[in-house]
């Protein structure tokens, strides 16, 4: 049982480029969303998909990109990467209302 | 909206000594679920602790603790017996229970860091 994966785990960019962070998840699990942590700020909700082909805007969803195609794969697309975007990025599922989440091992990134 | 503060931006103690991490939130609700998780220096979100808002007893797992005081809106973490593997990142994070597109969200607060002074 994998849980949930995300890939890349580092990566760089340039300003201007576009990407794609990869997340997915073998629990059969609904929800998954995308969060943003930023020193001093905890983590703040990107987008989020209450199942296939359903997702919705977080709190600082400007810049990103979200399609949910598959109850297992969530990806997050940086359209044109920016600076203000260096962060660590964290995927995260649940089944049910009463259960924390299970959150992927994040992706540092760095856009310079 | 819902909010989570932690006012304690770092915490110290004492190996084998009892620390507790302090956390508030503000909410309309009354249904609803709180959790401690632990992020160590590997990054990975651990989930320490939860609580169902409608339980009036405090929430136990092993060396971890909660005091939850509903009226209050707070919802603290005892760390008992410290280890050198508790240091890390404590965040406290809340969760609608209404079944309403959307309320899946976790709202996080800024975080705590854990150092253990051996």
């Given at each position: 049982?994998?849980?949930?994966?995300?890939?890349?785990?580092?990566?760089?960019?340039?300003?201007?480029?576009?990407?794609?962070?990869?997340?997915?998840?073998?629990?059969?699990?609904?929800?998954?969303?995308?969060?943003?942590?930023?020193?001093?700020?905890?983590?703040?909700?990107?987008?989020?998909?209450?199942?296939?082909?359903?997702?919705?805007?977080?709190?600082?969803?400007?810049?990103?990109?979200?399609?949910?195609?598959?109850?297992?794969?969530?990806?997050?697309?940086?359209?044109?990467?920016?600076?203000?975007?260096?962060?660590?990025?964290f995927?995260?599922?649940?089944?049910t209302?009463?259960?924390?989440?299970?959150?992927?091992?994040?992706?540092?990134?760095?856009?310079? | 909206?819902?909010?989570?503060t932690?006012?304690?931006?770092?915490?110290?103690?004492?190996?084998?000594?009892?620390?507790?991490?302090?956390?508030?939130?503000?909410?309309?609700?009354?249904?609803?679920?709180?959790?401690?998780?632990?992020?160590?220096?590997?990054?990975?979100?651990?989930?320490?602790?939860?609580?169902?808002?409608?339980?009036?007893?405090?929430?136990?797992?092993?060396?971890?603790?909660?005091?939850?005081?509903?009226?209050?809106?707070?919802?603290?973490?005892?760390?008992?017996?410290s280890?050198?593997?508790?240091?890390?990142?404590?965040?406290?994070?809340?969760?609608?229970?209404?079944?309403?597109?959307?309320?899946?969200?976790l709202?996080?607060?800024?975080?705590?860091?854990?150092?253990?002074?051996?």
């Amino acid at each position: 049982n994998a849980g949930v994966t995300q890939t890349p785990k580092f990566q760089v960019l340039k300003t201007g480029q576009s990407m794609t962070l990869q997340c997915a998840q073998d629990m059969n699990h609904e929800y998954m969303s995308w969060y943003r942590q930023d020193p001093g700020m905890g983590l703040r909700l990107i987008h989020y998909s209450v199942g296939a082909g359903i997702t919705d805007q977080g709190e600082v969803p400007n810049g990103y990109n979200v399609s949910r195609s598959t109850t297992e794969d969530f990806p997050l697309r940086l359209l044109s990467a920016a600076p203000s975007q260096t962060s660590v990025y964290f995927c995260a599922s649940t089944r049910t209302s009463n259960y924390g989440y299970t959150f992927g091992s994040g992706t540092r990134l760095t856009v310079v | 909206a819902q909010t989570v503060t932690q006012s304690q931006p770092e915490m110290s103690v004492q190996e084998a000594e009892t620390v507790t991490l302090s956390c508030t939130y503000d909410t309309s609700e009354s249904d609803y679920y709180l959790f401690w998780y632990k992020q160590p220096p590997s990054r990975q979100m651990i989930l320490v602790i939860r609580q169902e808002a409608y339980k009036q007893q405090n929430a136990t797992e092993n060396r971890f603790s909660v005091n939850f005081q509903k009226a209050a809106k707070s919802f603290s973490l005892k760390i008992s017996d410290s280890q050198l593997g508790d240091a890390a990142m404590y965040f406290c994070a809340y969760r609608s229970a209404t079944s309403n597109f959307g309320n899946e969200k976790l709202t996080f607060g800024t975080g705590t860091r854990l150092t253990i002074i051996p």
